[in-house]
């Protein structure tokens, strides 16, 4: 079925940016919430953002509104998460994942059917 391969992790240090990719084969994201989640170590894993297919609507958590920004690519078979102003506190595993289009948009992990394998960004001086 649909597959998720992320990209773009990497090392920054606080106040620094990283733009993450999100690859789907088997299908476009046309008709799926795409959704971003992080777990940093030792922690719960937390939803980030997510973008609609249909309609290109966007949600933030609290916790990066203002700094990060979810988009699609005009083919609809990448989503990207732009990272500014890093913190710390932003070091995770991030991983994408895709919902149903009708669910809406939602950082509810059990809607989620289909997760990458995750790209790790780091947050350090």
């Known amino acids: 079925q649909l597959q998720l391969v992320e990209s773009g992790g990497g090392l920054v240090q606080p106040g620094g940016f990283l733009r993450l990719s999100c690859t789907a084969s088997?299908?476009?994201?046309?008709?799926?919430?795409t959704g971003w989640f992080r777990q940093a170590p030792g922690k719960e894993r937390e939803g980030v953002s997510c973008?609609?297919?249909?309609?290109?609507?966007?949600y933030y958590a609290d916790s990066v509104k203002g700094r990060f920004t979810v988009s699609l690519d005009d083919t609809k078979t990448t989503a990207y998460l732009q990272m500014n102003s890093l913190k710390p506190e932003d070091a995770a595993m991030y991983y994408c994942?895709?919902?149903?289009?009708?669910?809406?948009?939602?950082?509810?992990?059990?809607?989620?059917?289909?997760w990458g394998q995750g790209t790790q960004a780091a947050v350090s001086s």
């Open positions: 973008i609609s297919g249909t309609d290109g609507k966007t």
């Open positions: 994942a895709v919902a149903p289009w009708w669910i809406g948009l939602n950082l509810t992990e059990n809607k989620y059917l289909y």
């Open positions: 088997g299908g476009t994201l046309n008709y799926w919430i």
